[in-house]
């Protein structure tokens, strides 16, 4: 089996398993630090994720959110649980992420939300789809713009606040819904017309900025590659969000 179709039937997979867990999930959530919960869920998925990955391509890399990196130049980068802040409250609003870097550069991207039964998926040079349909980022000018602004305790208060003011100097109104990877695809669908963070990790990030690229729209580069693929970075730190590429 193929690379891309792969990781559809995984991730509908994983999917499947994060909505049982979702469906019963105990009361109250565990803390890694502060404002930075994970639950049963973020690690089963995961480790599903992973065995499964290892069964396929063995001579693949791995880079999860809850079980660090291992070996291989190409590299399957996880989130198995993205707005586990959502999850663990109960609100529909999280996904699955999984991106395929090769050679430093992001090949595949499949974002799932089990709870609407949404698959984003993306292949470089190929286009983005949502259940199959097309995706094209919006037009909509400033003016009009709606962005989603992520939020986590890695950025200072006045590092975020100020872009906060930017945005808003700039007429956008300023959402936060708590997953940047869904974040990200909904500015590929066009839903809103920009996110931006002043941190993300990969596992956040990689699979909705192919998204976002492939539905002709403007993302950093370079976060794939070196350093950037463990670190993280800024999602979009300029308000390039109407242009078109
Ligand atoms: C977080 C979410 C959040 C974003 C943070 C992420 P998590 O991931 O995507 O929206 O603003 O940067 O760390 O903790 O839900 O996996
Ligand atoms: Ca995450």
Redesign the pocket.
Same mark, same amino acid.
């Given at each position: 089996m193929g690379h891309a179709l792969f990781l559809h039937t995984l991730i509908r997979d994983a999917g499947g398993l994060a909505l049982q867990h979702f469906n019963s999930r105990p009361a109250g959530f565990a803390l890694k630090g502060p404002q930075?919960?994970v639950t049963e869920a973020?690690l089963a998925v995961e480790q599903f994720i992973r065995s499964r990955v290892a069964a396929a391509f063995p001579d693949d890399g791995f880079l999860g /959110?809850e079980s660090g990196a291992s070996g291989g130049e190409n590299v399957w980068v996880v %989130?198995p649980? %993205?707005?586990?802040?959502?999850f663990a409250r109960g609100i529909p609003h999280?996904c699955v992420s999984i991106a395929y870097v090769v050679n430093g550069q992001t090949r595949l991207g499949a974002i799932f939300n089990p709870c609407t039964s949404e698959l984003y998926l993306a292949e470089k040079g190929r286009g983005a789809t949502k259940n199959g349909l097309r995706l094209a980022v919006s037009e909509n000018p400033p003016a009009c713009s709606a962005v989603e602004l992520?939020?986590?305790s890695?950025v200072s208060r006045s590092a975020y606040t100020a872009a906060l003011h930017r945005l808003l100097d700039a007429g956008a109104n300023v959402r936060?819904?708590?997953?940047?990877?869904l974040?990200l695809a909904w500015v590929a669908e066009g839903r809103t017309d920009g996110y931006a /963070?002043l941190?993300?990790?990969s596992w956040?990030a990689l699979a909705g900025l192919l998204m976002v690229r492939e539905a002709g729209g403007v993302t950093t580069e370079g976060a794939d590659s070196g350093e950037r693929l463990f670190k993280g970075g800024p999602s979009l730190p300029q308000t390039c969000f109407w242009h078109r590429s």
């Open positions: 930075d919960p973020d /959110e %989130d649980i %993205d707005g586990t802040d959502n999280f992520g939020w986590s890695r936060r819904h708590g997953s940047g990877a974040g /963070e941190h993300m990790n956040d």
